[in-house]
């Protein structure tokens, strides 16, 4: 299980190293000029604001503990689900790679037999219903799109 | 008065043709289903349609335009409610309790208020806009750029009402949303910001791809991998009529959400997502149980759907007043418009009063056709969404990739919205509420442009926000939001110590 609590300490101190660059990138692009805001006036505000709301987060995920985060709803990441979170993710973003390769159509295709696996059961019978509705899917979405929308599909 | 009631009677008359009821028909339905099309929205569908549209005659093309508008907005809340995902940015605050009773099992009760509460707000937003569209249009150029600030200020802090339970989170989230706003060109100087070398981030992030990505995506990420034995929901086609009981109980916030919309709708550049928010948050400030906001609350699905369909109607008042688009969807409506040979303004009432009046009568049919069709429709897109994940995902998940692409044609739009999926796990796991990183991506924009704006027409003279009577009253509105319920808390405690003093 991962941590909540840890998760939240490490996203908090990389939202204020984020809050920093981005009063950085602020001051770059010029904070006033005459006393009118230049492109960096806000940029710079919010990242202050980002530096102080992450600073005083990770001060209290340091000093909470399970059973506080717990109560507020907050529990443990199984790592088999972070792993069904990066497996979908990356069939997504092969998607997006074999879609230039073979055309958006069959790409996507492909796409949904591989999200009904990792979200459905594993046995014949799911497999083979799950074929027939990506067909039908394939289909319509090329009709709906492509013909009637008139989106130019890869 | 009297000559207005008489001119919209026969509209309604002349808007009772066949070519032109056949026209309300297809843009309805078109509007409806493009409305729940993630990454498609109104803007979309009306620009969608507009070749096609303006081959028809001059009324019935306009009439089958607005149709899309409105049919779109009944459109956004169905997939907002079943799966989480709003179908334009106006139905991201129905998506917070809609979604909620879907998990509950409430999915009809959520959808008949909707369609209620969609009839009803574009009723009222009918009426007023038949009503007072001249008087409103003229007090509608009075809201300038420190008016719009100020307002802006104003729909930015109710963050401390939509924020959840943990305003730390809210603020990280609503300062993400502001620095996603600021990436892309500057609205005034011109120069590309935070666009990491990368032309297509010149226009900044589309609201839509992040909608998709952190509600619609990042949802799915977070759902358990489901077995053959769990059971699939089963409804019954009355079960997804509207109750007049339910609709009944909500009288408060349909009224309240109806106004609200309206007249946010009628300020140029507001639209209705603000209008939303600002509806949502008045219902909850005003609800007996506000902790109920979030949880699946109807008050919570009526008061915003009644915003938006009010909105609708509200923003075409400047369009054919004033000649001036008030959102991106009567932009288009105005392209449409031009393209048949009218010039939308304060002439086209006098020289045009037939096609006006005619328009006007067919978005009131459109809106009456909307309860039956969507009521209809409704049960198959219900069925839909009670499939098992195995065999929904994919489908959303496709659906949700060629919408996105549709948007530019750019599979960078897909990796941007997978991004944003991930970081809405992230979210959902952390605690994070989303609805403040929305507000500071579309508010955040408006209120930059404003504020800079006023302060280059000024010479920097910051006191120029203190001069207008209508921004000092919005500012006293916003510090009355902060610090009314922190003083009745204060006094609240007050009571308990003085209680617990006496009773020792």
């Known amino acids: 299980m991962l941590q909540v609590r840890r998760l939240d300490i490490y996203v908090s101190v990389i939202l204020v190293f984020f ?12 904070l006033a000029e005459g006393g009118v805001p230049g492109g960096g006036f806000f940029p710079f505000w919010v990242g202050v604001g980002l530096i102080v709301c992450a600073s005083v987060n990770a001060y209290r995920a340091f000093h909470r503990d399970g059973a506080t985060l717990a109560g507020l709803g907050l529990e443990n990441i199984p790592y088999s689900e972070i792993g069904k979170v990066l497996g979908a993710s990356a069939l997504m973003a092969a998607f997006i790679v074999l879609a230039f ?7 996507i295709f492909l796409l949904m037999l591989a999200i009904g696996a990792v979200f459905g059961p594993r046995n014949f019978r799911f497999y083979a219903v799950l074929t027939a509705i990506a067909v039908a899917m394939t289909v319509i979405l090329y009709f709906t799109f492509a013909n009637l929308l008139g989106v130019p599909l890869i | 008065m009297t000559e207005t009631w008489t001119l919209l009677l026969g509209g309604l008359s002349a808007a009772s043709e066949p070519s032109i009821l056949m026209a309300i028909m297809v843009g309805a339905v078109i509007g409806l289903f493009i409305g729940a099309l993630p990454g498609l929205g109104p803007t979309a569908g009306v620009a969608i349609l507009l070749p096609v549209a303006v081959s028809f005659d001059g009324t019935a093309a ?3 335009l607005g149709a899309v508008y409105y049919g779109a907005q009944y459109g956004g809340a169905v997939t907002a409610i079943l799966l989480g995902i709003p179908g334009d940015s106006s139905a991201t605050m129905t998506v917070i309790d809609g979604y909620q009773m879907a998990k509950q099992g409430k999915a009809g009760i959520a959808l008949g208020i909707s369609v209620a509460a969609s009839f009803i707000g574009g009723l009222i937003g009918l009426v007023l806009l038949t009503a007072f569209a001249t008087t409103i249009a003229k007090a509608a150029i009075a809201f300038g750029p420190i008016e719009m600030t100020a307002l802006m200020i104003f729909s930015l802090s109710l963050v401390s009402v939509l924020g959840g339970a943990d305003p730390v989170k809210a603020f990280i989230a609503l300062f993400l949303g502001v620095w996603l706003g600021t990436i892309g060109l500057d609205p005034i100087m011109g120069m590309p910001r935070f666009d990491f070398g990368d032309v297509r981030l010149f226009d900044g992030i589309e609201f839509s791809i992040l909608a998709v990505g952190l509600f619609g995506l990042a949802e799915m990420l977070a759902t358990p991998a489901a077995d053959e034995s769990s059971a699939t929901a089963r409804f019954r086609f009355r079960e997804l009529l509207p109750k007049i009981r339910d609709t009944l109980s909500c009288w408060r916030e349909l009224i309240s959400g109806s106004l609200i919309g309206f007249f946010v709708g009628v300020l140029p550049g507001a639209g209705a997502t603000a209008a939303t928010m600002i509806s949502y948050a008045f219902a909850k400030r005003q609800s007996k149980h506000p902790e109920t906001f979030g949880n699946g609350a109807l008050e919570g699905v009526a008061a915003p759907e009644a915003a938006n369909n ?8 400047p369009m054919f007043a004033l000649g001036i688009p008030g959102s991106g969807t009567t932009a288009v409506l105005m392209g449409g418009l031009l393209m048949i040979g009218l010039q939308p303004g304060p002439m086209l009432f006098a020289t045009q009063p037939a096609f006006v009046w005619t328009v006007f009568g067919s978005f009131y049919i459109g809106n009456l056709a909307l309860v039956a069709i969507t009521i209809l429709l409704t049960p198959l ?37 997978i991004g944003f999926g991930v970081v809405g796990y992230l979210m959902s796991k952390l605690g994070y509420p989303p609805v403040p990183l929305v507000l500071g991506l579309i508010l955040g924009p408006m209120l930059e442009r404003g504020i800079r704006r006023t302060l280059v027409a000024s010479d920097g003279d910051i006191s120029v926000f203190f001069m207008s009577p209508i921004a000092l009253a919005i500012f006293a509105i916003t510090i009355a939001l902060f610090a009314v319920p922190l003083l009745m808390k204060r006094r609240a405690k007050a009571k308990e110590s003085a209680a617990l003093a006496a009773n020792a």
């Open chain 2, 310 to 317: 009010a909105a609708s109607y509200g923003s075409m008042i």
């Open chain 1, 101 to 107: 390769a073979i055309g958006m159509t069959p790409a």
């Open chain 2, 381 to 417: 897109l219900a069925a839909c969404a009670f499939l098992k994940p195995g065999y929904l995902y994919p489908i959303v998940i496709a659906v949700v990739i060629y919408g996105v692409f549709s948007i530019n044609y750019s599979m960078f739009d897909v990796a941007l919205a």
């Open chain 1, 19 to 30: 809050g920093a660059w981005i009063v950085y990138q602020g001051v770059g692009y010029g």
């Open chain 2, 62 to 64: 306009i009439a089958a």
